[in-house]
């Protein structure tokens, strides 16, 4: 049975960036810092913004069809990796997503407690954690081999002990582009009573991250990446979000969920 042939002029189709009278004749190599939107997601935030702009989950026609789509894009995200539908966290950038978890984490972790960030990250899944210092959380730097770019996880473990609480790392580095083993960093992090915290936005656009296979208690990425709206998307495990302080308006305090609540 022949391999399935990718049918490219298809593809060009389905992005109307192709077709746009002032980009031709240009070639298109941007990094991961954006990508053009495919047009089934134009059509839909042009619905949205059309017909069912409105405050969602009302009596009528139009917030109760606004409410179902959003519903419809948790669902769909959610089965697509692996994970509960309330576990999926929608805000307006991975980089604002790390921002407002760190501060819940600074609220729980106490003085003395570490955590452990890379020098293979990106500044945003590295940026609010290291800040955590100024409230008296240790934090260690588990550092790249500086000839290869290469994070050894043997480094990592001989950095793990009782005052560490979370790992913060990447799936893929944007800096060197290497995969790191992730299921099995989480599995061990797990069995050490350490929580993970994964940035999957280099991974992402390459690959349909399998949130439950990799084991992570927080994955996080950008829609934006991925040929979608300009959002940021973070998986948080139940029993973890439900002990961590709410950063919500405070009568959404009794929610479980650090992020759950839409944005106002």
């Known amino acids: 049975m022949s391999a399935p042939v990718l049918d490219l002029e298809f593809v060009r189709t389905q992005f109307p960036a192709f077709a746009e009278p002032s980009l031709q004749g240009q070639h298109f190599f941007e990094n991961a810092g954006g990508s053009y939107t495919c047009k089934p997601v134009i059509d839909r935030l042009t619905r949205f913004y059309h017909s069912r ?6 009596a009528y026609e139009a ?6 789509e959003m519903d419809e894009a948790r669902t769909r995200l959610s089965a697509m990796m692996g994970v509960a539908a309330d576990e999926l966290s929608f805000g307006p950038s991975t ?8 501060q819940a984490f600074g609220e729980w972790l106490a003085p003395g407690d570490a955590i452990i960030v890379t020098d293979q990250d990106h500044e945003a899944n590295s940026g609010p954690w290291r800040r955590l210092a100024a409230r008296g959380v240790e934090v260690r730097e588990w550092q790249i081999n500086p000839q290869t770019g290469h994070l050894d996880p043997a480094a990592l ?17 944007n800096v060197v582009g290497e995969i790191n083993p992730v299921a ?3 599995t061990r992090l797990r069995d050490a009573g350490v929580y993970s915290c994964v940035d999957g936005v280099s991974y992402a656009p ?19 990446k991925t040929y979608g709206p300009h959002q940021g998307l973070m998986v948080i495990r139940r029993a973890l979000a439900e002990m961590l302080p ?3 308006h405070y009568f959404k305090a009794q929610l ?4 759950r609540a839409h944005v106002r």
Request: charged share 15%; hydrophobic share 45%; glycine share 10%.
């Open 184 to 186: 099995e960093i989480c």
């Open 256 to 259: 479980a969920f650090v992020m």
């Open 95 to 102: 980089t604002a997503n790390t921002y407002v978890l760190a």
């Open 157 to 173: 473990w001989e950095m793990i002990d009782d005052k560490v609480k979370l790992v913060c790392f990447p799936h893929c580095s």
């Open 246 to 248: 709410n950063q919500g």
């Open 53 to 58: 702009k409105v405050q969602p989950y009302g």
């Open 63 to 68: 917030s109760r069809l606004a409410g179902a």
């Open 206 to 224: 390459h690959g349909l991250p399998d949130v439950a296979g990799l084991g992570a208690d927080i994955y996080l990425f950008s829609a934006y």
